[in-house]
């Protein structure tokens, strides 16, 4: 078993919907929960990154933490054909100064149509 | 700020050969720069992290002669394959931190595709 899980899609949308990334993790070691977005052939950029159970919004973007049911979610509203690109989560434990890596699910492929 | 650039972005390779991938960081110090591989519709994969002027430490089942990494500056890490083959064909992204970053606020590369034929 994966320590984490994401849905690779591809999923497509139309302009204006609201959008639903997911991962769900194993590893109750994790506490710190990130999303990436990464355009074809390029690097992964952060999008937002959450500590504890909750909701964290930014802008369009609302990131979403539930460590009773290990399951996280991106939330993004009014989508745009900018926001095609893959998503991608990552997970670290409680960072010691340093030596504690990132694992990364395998990354959504959203697409948004106009 | 916060750049981090690859050269080359994309390389072709013969089988046996070596081919250096360089990963700079532009507008800051990096002393902590890791190097990732992802397979298409696969994860990231963490194959090593690099503290500048020490030895780069390799996650398991990566091979630390096949894959040298050299992080002889706080700008400059390289990462070599030696004798490639083509199941080395991949995505091979750096990302670096500063001193006083957490470990997810890593600034990723643009990726080199390598490509062994």
């Known amino acids: 078993q994966k320590e984490v899980e994401q849905d690779p899609g591809p999923l497509s949308v139309p302009e204006g919907a609201i959008v639903s990334l997911n991962c769900t993790y194993s590893?109750?070691?994790?506490?710190?929960f990130m999303w990436y977005r990464q355009y074809s052939r390029k690097g992964p950029e952060l999008l937002m990154y959450t500590y504890s159970s909750g909701n964290k919004e930014d802008g369009r973007f609302t990131a979403q933490v539930d460590k009773s049911s290990k399951y996280i979610s991106l939330f993004i509203r009014d989508s745009q054909p900018s926001d095609s690109a893959t998503y991608l989560c990552?997970?670290?434990?409680?960072?010691?100064?340093?030596?504690?890596?990132?694992?990364f699910g395998t990354g959504t492929q959203l697409k948004v149509e106009l | 700020g916060a750049v981090v650039s690859q050269h080359p972005s994309r390389v072709i390779c013969k089988s046996g050969t070596s081919v250096k991938i360089e990963c700079r960081s532009l507008d800051f110090q990096a002393t902590t720069m890791f190097w990732y591989r992802q397979f298409p519709k696969q994860s990231l994969m963490l194959m090593a992290t690099?503290?500048?002027?020490?030895?780069?430490?390799?996650e398991q089942g990566v091979e630390k002669d096949k894959f040298l990494i050299n992080h002889a500056s706080l700008t400059l890490s390289t990462l070599t394959v030696t004798s490639a083959h083509p199941e080395d064909s991949s995505f091979y992204i750096c990302?670096?931190?500063?001193?006083?970053?957490?470990?997810?606020?890593?600034?990723f590369g643009p990726g080199t595709r390598l490509t062994v034929t």
């Open positions: 990302s670096a931190k500063r001193v006083w970053d957490r470990e997810h606020e890593q600034y």
């Open positions: 690099s503290n500048e002027g020490s030895k780069a430490t390799y």
């Open positions: 990552a997970m670290s434990p409680i960072l010691t100064g340093g030596g504690n890596k990132l694992t």
């Open positions: 590893n109750s070691a994790f506490q710190y």
